[in-house]
C-alpha cells in the first residue's frame, strides 16, 4: 500500500518483486493519512494480508495507523519524496523506526524490492512451500 501517488513507484517495486516470487498482491494505493477515510474504507481488503507493505513519505506515520488496523506483521518503507521538512525521507525513516505498532519492521529509505523480498521470506514461514515440509 502506498500513502500517496508519489509513493507508487517504490511501492510498485514491491508489488512486482512480490508477485514475480508467485505471492498474490493485492494493491492499495492513496490511503495515507491526510485523508483517513481512504484507508478505513480499505480496511477490510487491508485486514485480509498475510503480510503488508506500507509505503510512505512526508512524516511516515501510515504504518503506525496500519499497525493498529492489522494483526498481520507490517513492512515499512520510507520514501525519499515529499517536501518541507522531510529530508529525502530520513523524517519518515526516523518516524517509522520509532514506531510503537506491533510487528512493524523498517527497511531503508525506496527499498521497495527489499521489503518485497522480506515479505516472500515471512510468507514462506507462514506456509512452507511443498517440497520443503517433512513426510513424517
Known amino acids: 500500500m502506498s500513502?500517496?501517488?508519489?509513493?507508487?513507484?517504490?511501492?510498485?517495486?514491491?508489488?512486482?518483486?512480490?508477485?514475480f516470487h508467485g505471492a498474490d498482491v493485492e494493491r492499495v494505493y492513496d490511503v495515507g493519512v491526510a485523508g483517513l477515510h481512504r484507508l478505513l474504507d480499505r480496511a477490510p481488503i487491508i485486514r485480509q494480508a498475510k503480510v503488508?507493505?506500507?509505503?510512505?513519505?512526508?512524516?511516515?506515520?501510515?504504518?503506525?495507523v496500519v499497525g493498529g488496523l492489522v494483526e498481520a506483521p507490517i513492512i515499512a518503507v520510507p520514501t525519499s519524496v515529499g517536501y518541507g521538512a522531510s529530508f529525502q525521507g530520513l523524517a519518515a525513516l526516523l518516524a517509522m523506526l520509532n514506531s510503537c505498532a506491533s510487528?512493524?519492521?523498517v527497511v531503508n529509505i525506496d527499498n521497495g524490492f527489499g521489503a518485497g523480498y522480506m515479505a516472500c521470506s515471512i510468507l514462506r514461514v507462514q506456509v512452507p512451500a511443498p517440497s520443503s515440509r517433512s513426510a513424517t
Open 3 to 19: 500513502a500517496g501517488t508519489s509513493d507508487v513507484p517504490v511501492a510498485e517495486e514491491a508489488a512486482v518483486t512480490v508477485a
Open 103 to 105: 510487528g512493524l519492521a
Open 52 to 64: 503488508v507493505i506500507v509505503v510512505a513519505g512526508m512524516e511516515g506515520a501510515l504504518p503506525s
